[in-house]
């Protein structure tokens, strides 16, 4: 057997191994999913909404709910769950999973399974909720899962979740909750809370005219 020798000056070739496998794939997932923050949050700067962005707030007594955007509008706060996703999204509404698919995929490939965006979401809008019921009880918290990439959403998920497009459309036709209303001193309620724990994270931005 002949063994072959690298050329001089050529770069060798290393396979990663599982961890760095791992790290990487979690860094390309992170580096996404910000993108996808980036410009979810660019269309509500340009509505000029009042509005908070990576805000985290407590959740029961010793837990927190970490929010990607909090939205004020005159009907009520939309709390917005950003994916940035591709492949085939598959799934139903009550699901605590969805399963993503990519073409090529062979038969006998485990499933790539992502927790339900709805069901993260139920659980931001309940802290929110829970931070400004005081204010008023009967206020209105929504929930917004917004997806963008380039993911295909199967009909059974599509009536629950907005393209970046539709999304920008209803920030287009919302608007500004009154300055001294219940939805905007939620709003600044909700602002005061996240303030303290800043430190947790790299800290809650604001945006429009709240």
Known sequence: ????????????????????????????????????????????????????????????ASHTAQIDHLVATSAGLLVVETKRLSGRIVGHSQDDHWRQVFAGDPEDAPPRRIYSPLRQNAVHCAAVYEAVRDIEADIFVHSRVVMTGVAEIAPQLAPFVLTL????????????????????????????????YDGRRSGTMVSGSG
Do not use: W
């Open 1 to 60: 057997m002949r063994l072959r020798r690298r050329a001089p000056g050529t770069a060798s070739r290393r396979l990663c191994s599982d961890a760095e496998h791992a790290v990487l794939k979690a860094l390309r997932a992170e580096m996404q999913g910000r993108r996808g923050e980036d410009e979810v949050r660019a269309a509500i700067e340009q509505s000029n909404l009042p509005a908070l962005h990576d805000l985290m707030l407590p959740r029961g």
């Open 165 to 196: 497009a539709a999304f920008t459309a209803e920030l287009r036709s919302a608007h500004a909750p009154q300055p001294d209303g219940a939805t905007a001193r939620a709003l600044r309620r909700v602002a005061a809370l996240a303030a303290r």
